[in-house]
């Protein structure tokens, strides 16, 4: 990071800007010919899932396999859950005009488009323990991703893979063992997604 001024300036209407350079170095990446849409994979946490969750969203084409942990998705109700009125400072207050002025324009879960018949493999996870970013987060994206990939008679490609874990707080595993299987349960996903995709 680069100081205060740094993170004040991605804050609230201007949280935009963390996506796009985000999104900026994933297209570098491209053009720059180190790997390909179909092998590059994204991975993040907490703040991280809702970056996640907006890579997922807005930039479907540049991500090969996404791992979106304990994650921020519902950004017009984040505020009623556990700790997110504590984040207001940060995001903006849903229930004034800070909605419709800019933060629907980063909740992912409002962001799902149906006309969109491809999403990268996405593996979900959470943990039913998490006492700062509600499972309902991860739970109600994933349940409308699969409801919406299957439904007015169209099938759409929208591999979306969940994993609750029951124990263990926001790091989502309760010790050093469950740690260890959260981590390999996230590579093992990316690597199998990314490896299948590399002749692509």
């Not at 990446?29 to 969203?57: F, K, W």
């Not at 006309?115 to 943990?127: A, C």
């Not at 991703?145 to 029951?166: A, C, Q, T």
Request: charged share 25%; proline share 5%; aromatic share 12%.
């Amino acid at each position: 990071e680069f100081g205060p001024s740094w993170h004040q300036a991605g804050l609230k209407a201007n949280r935009h800007k963390c996506y796009e350079d985000f999104i900026a170095v994933g297209e570098d990446l491209v053009q720059s010919n180190i790997c390909t849409p179909s092998t590059l994979a994204a991975r993040g946490g907490s703040n991280g899932g809702l970056l996640m969750g907006m890579m997922y969203v807005s930039r479907p084409d540049l991500f090969g396999a996404i791992h979106c942990a304990v994650p921020l998705l519902d950004m017009k109700r984040f505020h009623t859950l556990l700790a997110g009125a504590s984040w207001m400072a940060e995001y903006g207050d849903p229930d004034t005009s800070d909605w419709d002025d800019f933060l629907h324009k980063y909740s992912p879960y409002h962001l799902i488009d149906e006309s969109n018949d491809k999403y990268p493999p996405m593996l979900v996870t959470t943990s039913t323990r998490d006492d700062r970013v509600h499972p309902a987060h991860a739970r109600k994206m994933v349940k409308k991703l699969w409801d919406l990939s299957d439904s007015n008679g169209k099938k759409r490609d929208w591999p979306v893979y969940y994993y609750e874990n029951i124990e263990g707080g926001h790091g989502g595993a309760a010790d050093a063992k469950q740690s260890a299987f959260m981590t390999a349960l996230a590579y093992d996903f990316m690597f199998d997604t990314l490896t299948k995709g590399s002749s692509s």
